[in-house]
């Protein structure tokens, strides 16, 4: 991966990412931002970049409709404007999501734990549509990213996903793997970045790392990639990582 503009999740504070970016990277990313966020556990959504970066917004105080004394974001919607290099103008605004996990707690009822979660995923894609109409034109340029915690068709990403006034693409249908997956057999598509096996059950594969395009961007995709991770593990991280590229 050699990507202009990373986009991270869960990751703890700013001075973490910093490191990361100058101790892992190598220096790569010149331009670093993180804003923390609502999760209690300090785990928040950042962004990397070789461009210069413009106005960066933060959307955690968005209230959720059903409690609007509480956040309807779990972490925060992370708004990022990349600029060109000489920074006469915007190339694209980048929208950094982390939704709503499936995790729920030992001490609730699984099945009503579950739905709660998935509705409040479905209340982060509306707020979401909502904050990216009122901010983008119909012909801005932009990308939507993120680990959404479904897949591109779940009914609880719809609000997002198949908003009739943003008209978003989905990026990764072509996506191509940079060496194979593991398993045997493999998994029947390369559209996943997770991998979930319960005990005695058949692995899943999910694509819960997403990228979704403009109208106006998505035809400027020259390519959809996963990075195959050679140990799963998950000391870093448990998903694999995936990106567009842009002839911008």
């Known amino acids: 991966m050699d990507l202009d503009v990373l986009a991270v999740q869960e990751v703890e ?5 910093r490191h990361f970016a100058s101790d892992d990277l190598g220096g790569l990313y010149k331009h670093v931002v993180l804003i923390e966020g609502n999760d209690p556990r300090l785990i928040d959504v950042g962004l990397l970049s070789k461009l210069p970066l413009g106005g960066v917004t933060s959307w ?5 409709p059903l409690n609007v004394d509480q956040p309807v974001f ?23 999501n982390h939704l709503k996990s499936h995790y729920v707690p030992f001490t609730e009822d699984a099945e009503a734990g579950g739905q709660k979660a998935n509705e409040l995923r479905r209340r982060q894609c509306d707020a979401a549509a909502a904050i990216i109409d009122a901010q983008m034109r119909p012909d801005s340029a932009y990308v939507v ?3 959404m915690n479904d897949p591109p068709d779940s009914p609880f990403l719809a609000p997002l996903a198949t908003s009739p006034t943003l008209k978003l693409q989905f990026g990764l249908d ?3 793997e940079t ?3 593991p398993g045997n057999p ?3 598509s390369p559209n996943w970045t997770e991998r979930f096996k319960a005990s005695g059950k058949p692995a899943e594969y999910t694509l819960m790392d997403q990228v979704w395009l403009s109208p106006a961007l998505a035809p400027k995709k020259t390519g959809a990639f ?3 991770r050679t140990k799963v593990g998950g000391d870093g991280s448990d998903h694999d990582p995936s990106w567009v590229t842009l002839d911008l």
């Open 179 to 181: 060496q194979p997956g």
């Open 13 to 17: 504070d700013i001075d973490t990412l």
């Open 145 to 147: 990213v993120g680990d």
């Open 74 to 96: 779990s972490r925060d919607l992370l708004q990022v404007e990349i600029l060109k290099p000489d920074r006469s103008e915007r190339l694209l605004t980048v929208f950094n």
């Open 186 to 188: 493999p998994p029947p």
């Open 60 to 64: 955690q105080h968005v209230p959720d």
């Open 174 to 176: 072509d996506v191509h």
């Open 226 to 228: 996963v990075d195959r």
